[in-house]
């Protein structure tokens, strides 16, 4: 079987036609009385496996996963309906190891924010193997599978992949029809209806549509509320042949009220110096901080091309080409509850204050694709190898406008400050009236990246047990950044020639070659098992998340700086059991990221800063039985960050939102038409204070341990109806999900809540 095409094809349903068309054709023929009888031949198909992968759809992968030198999970769309999830951060909860993020002091983080292993992981996001740029909020209507890449990936997709990606897999045509509808209908009033038409236009021809319309508000969050819109359509030629051709886009609107969460007091770990807001009680989860007039619109577009060819049934080359942009434009209310972000004013709570900031971004990220590969299998020297090769040519940008608050002059213009009045503490009023941030014309950055890049990965068959693999890609990035910096009294110094209030261009650049590369051994005492070996590197350079490099001498995006370095090694084993329906992996690895910004003793800048995540993680996906489905996992990890100071001489020793040990699990039994499921989710301390400072004086220094639930009902009415039941969080656990970097605002987890939805088959 060749695991290159995209084509496969079912070798048990092969021979069972084979062995069907053979018995037909001796029972029709007529047969002499003494002819001899061939005994009697019984196939048996192996059951689909639902939560099950056995292979990527990555082309980058020259093996089954069971074979694949490193931690790869897929969670596939079966397992994403019968959990009821809707956007990505809820289906990455599968997984162990990701956390999420909200953002620093006054900003709230937009889109999809989190890290993986120790590190940011939302710039290494990836639809069909090419970056996805943009604030978005991805929902998983669209997606066939998601494919959950763990440890530095610098030879997989290059840049800035310090601790894995996360690789989105559309839904695309098909021979076979696709007919389904969703109505969905949950608590906070959530109104979400999906459709997804496959039909076949000929004999090699095919199209598909995908679209979603949600509507509602968040479970217990005042005047927070979520809408979108988004389709999907595409259509195939040449399906069934050596040549096919895909084109299909993606539409995404959105008009959603940002959250900038609740104030932290009252909760455990809060601290302020005033004794009397030291032991304030908590605020109402409910309360919203932010106006009524906040707002956030994200208008996405996507347009993709793919040829594939087959030149036999061993080689087949592809060409992906891609445009994209998205556009966000948003404005939000942050609370600040630092050293004066609270005040007390009387010994009466109902007079107490929070102060609020306004955050405007009106941002456009566009990117520009030409991939061609080549997958090959061959014989060279006796051993079969399995190569897969590629280009990759790719245009990047983000512009983001510049906008003010405070009172200033700035090129003859003379601006009003923008003054937010301070929400009470305990009973928020959104119709007050908050100041928008003004637009300030000349202070836009503009940054780009273009980047050339080939890549080759072969794997070497030595025996039938032993295999060795080996990948490296070489890029040619260049990075260039245009803006401006308003001129005043404290930085003129900066930029002679310039006076103050005037606007000072500002530029940088920056251009490398990188080449990372991996490697793997790989043992398999038994056909359906593996025990492995690998060893992978990356660079993360200046500018990489946004493209926006600094002028500050020891910014980590300043262009002298070198590229971030990673390094992992992985020691893995991988085993199919209980007739290859359920995957067992367990992976020891340890990861460390060098070359960061830091200072000596002396105060000199340096980059000598280390971070260091050693771990073991344990997966099981598939089923114990045919009517038994299961996917969990378990990850312990301990971070440290090493030789990281900053020049006042404050040490950073841990690594924030990184918690010891994660774990998830879900569950189901089938009861013929009936299903019951379930599964939980634990999640341990979160440093947020991740340096060496006197944690008592320090204000939530971490999130707490938490547990949640789930539960999922449903009923197989007929082939063409299922009602399946969906309830949050059951038990109404009250946990902190995300903390912004300064302490004082929390998001909190989902409270109980449900979703009811119908499907139809049709």
Same mark, same amino acid.
């Given at each position: 079987?060749?695991?290159?095409?995209?084509?496969?094809?079912? +070798?048990?349903?092969?021979?069972?036609?084979?062995?069907?068309?053979?018995?037909?054709? &001796?029972?029709?023929?007529?047969?002499?009385?003494?002819?001899?009888?061939?005994?009697?031949?019984?196939?048996?198909?192996?059951?689909?496996?639902?939560?099950?992968?056995?292979?990527?759809?990555?082309?980058?992968?020259?093996? $089954?996963?069971?074979?694949?030198?490193?931690?790869?999970?897929?969670?596939?769309?079966?397992?994403? /309906?019968?959990?009821?999830?809707?956007?990505?951060?809820?289906?990455? /909860?599968?997984?162990?190891?990701?956390?999420?993020?909200?953002?620093?002091?006054?900003?709230?983080?937009?889109?999809?924010?989190?890290?993986?292993?120790?590190?940011?992981?939302?710039?290494?996001?990836?639809?069909?193997?090419?970056?996805?740029?943009?604030?978005?909020?991805?929902?998983?209507?669209?997606?066939?599978?998601?494919?959950? @890449?763990?440890?530095?990936?610098?030879?997989?997709?290059?840049?800035?992949?310090?601790?894995? %990606?996360?690789?989105?897999?559309?839904?695309? +045509?098909?021979?076979?029809?696709?007919?389904?509808?969703?109505?969905?209908?949950? *608590?906070?009033?959530?109104?979400?209806?999906?459709?997804?038409?496959?039909?076949?236009?000929?004999?090699?021809?095919?199209?598909?549509?995908?679209?979603?319309?949600?509507? =509602?508000?968040?479970?217990?969050?005042?005047?927070?509320?979520?809408?979108?819109?988004?389709? &999907? +359509?595409?259509?195939?030629?040449?399906?069934?042949?050596?040549?096919?051709?895909?084109?299909?886009?993606?539409?995404? /609107?959105?008009?959603?009220? $940002?959250?900038?969460?609740?104030?932290?007091?009252?909760?455990? =770990?809060?601290?302020?110096?005033?004794?009397?807001?030291?032991?304030?009680?908590?605020?109402?989860?409910?309360?919203?901080?932010?106006?009524?007039?906040?707002?956030?619109?994200?208008?996405?577009?996507?347009?993709?091309?793919?040829?594939?060819?087959?030149?036999?049934?061993?080689?087949?080359?592809?060409?992906?080409?891609?445009?994209?942009?998205?556009?966000?434009?948003?404005?939000?209310?942050?609370?600040?509850?630092?050293?004066?972000?609270?005040?007390?004013?009387?010994?009466?709570?109902?007079?107490?204050?929070?102060?609020?900031?306004?955050? /405007?971004?009106?941002?456009?990220?566009?990117?520009?694709?030409?991939?061609?590969?080549?997958?090959?299998?061959?014989?060279?020297?006796?051993?079969?190898?399995?190569?897969?090769?590629?280009?990759?040519?790719?245009?990047?940008?983000?512009?983001?406008?510049?906008?003010?608050?405070?009172?200033?002059?700035?090129?003859?213009?003379?601006?009003?400050?923008?003054?937010?009045?301070?929400?009470?503490?305990?009973?928020?009023?959104?119709?007050?009236?908050?100041?928008?941030?003004?637009?300030?014309?000349?202070?836009?950055?503009?940054?780009?990246?273009?980047?050339?890049?080939?890549?080759?990965?072969?794997?070497?068959?030595?025996?039938?047990?032993?295999?060795?693999?080996?990948?490296?890609?070489?890029?040619?990035?260049?990075?260039?950044?245009?803006? =401006?910096?308003?001129?005043?009294?404290?930085?003129? &110094?900066?930029?002679?020639?310039?006076?103050?209030?005037?606007?000072?261009?500002?530029?940088?650049?920056?251009?490398?070659?990188?080449?990372?590369?991996?490697?793997?051994?790989?043992?398999? +005492?038994?056909?359906?098992?593996?025990?492995?070996?690998?060893?992978?590197?990356?660079?993360?350079?200046?500018?990489?998340?946004?493209?926006?490099?600094?002028?500050?001498?020891?910014?980590?995006?300043?262009?002298?700086?070198?590229?971030?370095?990673?390094?992992?090694?992985?020691?893995?084993?991988?085993?199919?059991?209980?007739?290859?329906?359920?995957?067992?992996?367990? &992976?020891?690895?340890?990861?460390?990221?060098?070359?960061?910004?830091?200072?000596?003793?002396?105060?000199?800048?340096?980059?000598?800063?280390?971070?260091?995540?050693?771990?073991?993680?344990?997966?099981?996906?598939?089923?114990?039985?045919?009517?038994?489905?299961?996917?969990?996992?378990?990850?312990?990890?301990?971070?440290?960050?090493?030789?990281?100071?900053?020049?006042?001489?404050?040490?950073?020793?841990?690594?924030?939102?990184?918690?010891?040990?994660?774990? *998830?699990?879900?569950?189901?039994?089938?009861?013929?038409?009936?299903?019951?499921?379930?599964?939980?989710?634990?999640?341990?301390?979160?440093?947020?204070?991740?340096?060496? @400072?006197?944690?008592?004086?320090?204000?939530?220094?971490?999130?707490?341990? %938490?547990?949640?639930?789930?539960?999922?009902?449903?009923?197989?009415?007929?082939?063409?109806?299922?009602?399946?039941?969906?309830?949050?969080?059951?038990?109404?656990?009250?946990?902190?999900?995300?903390?912004?970097?300064?302490?004082?605002?929390?998001?909190?987890?989902? $409270?109980?809540?449900?979703?009811?939805?119908?499907?139809?088959?049709?």
């Amino acid at each position: 079987m060749s695991y290159i095409r995209r084509r496969q094809h079912n +070798p048990v349903r092969i021979a069972a036609l084979v062995a069907a068309t053979l018995s037909f054709s &001796a029972n029709a023929a007529a047969e002499p009385e003494n002819a001899e009888q061939l005994p009697e031949v019984n196939v048996t198909a192996t059951p689909d496996v639902p939560f099950k992968a056995n292979t990527s759809a990555s082309t980058k992968f020259t093996k $089954p996963l069971i074979d694949t030198t490193q931690t790869v999970q897929v969670i596939k769309k079966e397992v994403l /309906r019968e959990q009821g999830v809707i956007s990505l951060t809820d289906a990455l /909860r599968n997984t162990p190891g990701i956390t999420m993020q909200l953002g620093e002091n006054g900003n709230t983080s937009a889109g999809d924010t989190f890290s993986m292993r120790g590190f940011a992981t939302q710039n290494s996001l990836f639809v069909d193997g090419i970056r996805d740029l943009g604030a978005v909020t991805r929902d998983v209507y669209n997606l066939e599978q998601i494919e959950v @890449v763990k440890g530095p990936a610098g030879a997989d997709i290059g840049r800035g992949a310090a601790s894995g %990606y996360i690789n989105l897999i559309s839904k695309l +045509p098909s021979l076979d029809s696709v007919n389904m509808a969703t109505i969905s209908y949950g *608590t906070a009033d959530k109104k979400r209806a999906t459709i997804d038409l496959g039909e076949k236009l000929g004999d090699t021809v095919a199209v598909r549509l995908n679209a979603i319309g949600f509507d =509602g508000n968040v479970d217990k969050r005042d005047q927070v509320d979520n809408q979108n819109f988004s389709i &999907a +359509p595409s259509i195939a030629f040449g399906l069934g042949t050596p040549t096919r051709l895909y084109l299909y886009s993606q539409h995404v /609107r959105q008009d959603n009220t $940002p959250d900038g969460g609740i104030p932290t007091i009252g909760m455990k =770990g809060f601290y302020n110096a005033s004794a009397t807001l030291n032991s304030g009680r908590k605020v109402d989860r409910e309360n919203f901080y932010g106006s009524d007039n906040d707002y956030e619109k994200v208008n996405a577009d996507m347009f993709t091309a793919k040829f594939e060819h087959d030149l036999n049934d061993k080689t087949t080359i592809r060409n992906i080409s891609r445009y994209g942009k998205t556009n966000m434009d948003r404005v939000a209310t942050g609370i600040n509850t630092g050293t004066s972000g609270l005040t007390a004013s009387s010994a009466d709570p109902a007079t107490w204050t929070v102060n609020r900031s306004r955050q /405007r971004i009106d941002r456009d990220d566009e990117i520009l694709v030409n991939q061609t590969s080549l997958n090959t299998m061959f014989d060279l020297g006796g051993f079969k190898n399995t190569l897969t090769g590629g280009l990759e040519f790719m245009y990047e940008s983000q512009k983001s406008k510049g906008f003010g608050t405070t009172a200033q002059t700035v090129n003859g213009v003379t601006y009003t400050a923008i003054i937010n009045p301070a929400a009470n503490l305990y009973n928020p009023n959104s119709n007050d009236l908050l100041g928008i941030p003004y637009a300030i014309p000349g202070t836009n950055t503009d940054g780009r990246t273009v980047t050339a890049a080939m890549y080759a990965f072969n794997t070497v068959d030595l025996t039938d047990q032993w295999q060795v693999n080996a990948g490296l890609r070489y890029e040619r990035y260049n990075t260039k950044t245009d803006g =401006g910096t308003i001129v005043t009294s404290t930085n003129q &110094a900066q930029f002679p020639g310039y006076a103050v209030g005037s606007i000072a261009p500002t530029k940088g650049s920056n251009a490398d070659n990188l080449l990372s590369w991996k490697a793997g051994l790989l043992y398999k +005492p038994a056909p359906n098992g593996s025990i492995y070996t690998s060893y992978a590197t990356s660079y993360t350079p200046p500018g990489s998340a946004n493209f926006a490099l600094s002028a500050t001498a020891n910014n980590q995006n300043n262009g002298a700086m070198d590229p971030q370095k990673t390094d992992n090694i992985e020691l893995g084993t991988k085993w199919d059991i209980l007739n290859n329906q359920l995957n067992l992996t367990a &992976a020891v690895f340890s990861t460390e990221n060098s070359k960061q910004a830091s200072f000596d003793d002396q105060g000199q800048a340096v980059q000598n800063g280390r971070t260091r995540v050693n771990g073991i993680e344990l997966m099981a996906v598939g089923q114990l039985t045919r009517a038994w489905q299961l996917s969990a996992g378990i990850t312990k990890m301990r971070a440290k960050a090493l030789d990281q100071q900053n020049d006042t001489g404050v040490v950073t020793n841990g690594v924030r939102w990184t918690p010891e040990t994660s774990a *998830t699990v879900w569950s189901q039994y089938s009861f013929g038409d009936f299903t019951l499921g379930g599964g939980a989710r634990y999640m341990g301390d979160q440093k947020r204070l991740v340096t060496n @400072v006197d944690p008592s004086t320090q204000n939530m220094p971490e999130i707490p341990s %938490y547990w949640a639930a789930d539960a999922m009902a449903s009923y197989k009415v007929n082939k063409q109806l299922n009602l399946r039941l969906n309830v949050y969080n059951i038990f109404d656990k009250e946990y902190i999900e995300t903390l912004n970097n300064g302490g004082g605002r929390v998001r909190l987890g989902q $409270p109980r809540s449900a979703l009811l939805t119908a499907e139809f088959m049709f």
